[in-house]
């Protein structure tokens, strides 16, 4: 964690009013945090802090693409991400971050790391389900054909038998419904 240094953000010696952070986010950023579901990452986080005399404001915007591999054909694609987020910074007697949306750092505390809420915003923004645009459009066709060959098939023999009920069954039902 030694490597996020960068995302210290110093507000001390910051005027009242609003300032903006860039950040280029890669792999060597996600490394930091042991997160390996992104075989490629490229996303540009702007970050305005409005300093006020009492509290912090931050807003983080990020976009740019992950490449992920796809949740049905298994290729890889880049998928476009972006997202927001908004944290209220305030000063209370000791450090409390279990609200996402109000941090609150000690008494004379002078700096803010960001990188965890760049971390959770760029994750959360990527969808449970990666679909490949071209499973979308049929432009893998190739791939889905290949998919749906090797997918299981139902068994016309099994299905019949199991239409045949034995007739000691038919008997024990009916004891059922003549009660």
């Known amino acids: 964690m030694n490597n996020l240094k960068e995302y210290l953000i110093p507000f001390v010696g910051l005027k009242i009013g609003k300032h903006q952070f860039d950040y280029q986010i890669d792999n060597t950023f996600f490394k930091n945090f042991d997160y390996d579901e992104f075989n490629d990452v490229s996303v540009k986080v702007d970050i305005v802090l409005e300093k006020k005399s009492t509290m912090l404001e931050l807003d983080f915007k990020h976009k740019g693409t992950v490449n992920v591999p796809c949740d049905v054909s298994g290729e890889e694609f880049d998928l476009p991400i972006k997202g927001k987020l908004k944290l209220l910074v305030k000063f209370g007697d000791a450090f409390n971050d279990e609200n996402e949306e109000l941090l609150i750092l000690p008494h004379g505390e002078f700096q803010v790391n960001v990188a965890q809420y760049i971390y959770e915003s760029i994750v959360l923004s990527v969808p449970l389900r990666r679909v490949h645009p071209g499973v979308k459009d049929g432009s893998l066709s190739d791939v889905i054909e290949k998919l749906e060959s090797l997918s ?28």
Request: proline letters at 7%.
């Open 152 to 179: 299981p098939k139902e068994n016309k023999k099994e299905e019949q038998q199991n239409n045949d009920i034995d007739p000691r069954w038919e008997n024990l039902k009916k004891l059922l419904t003549d009660k």
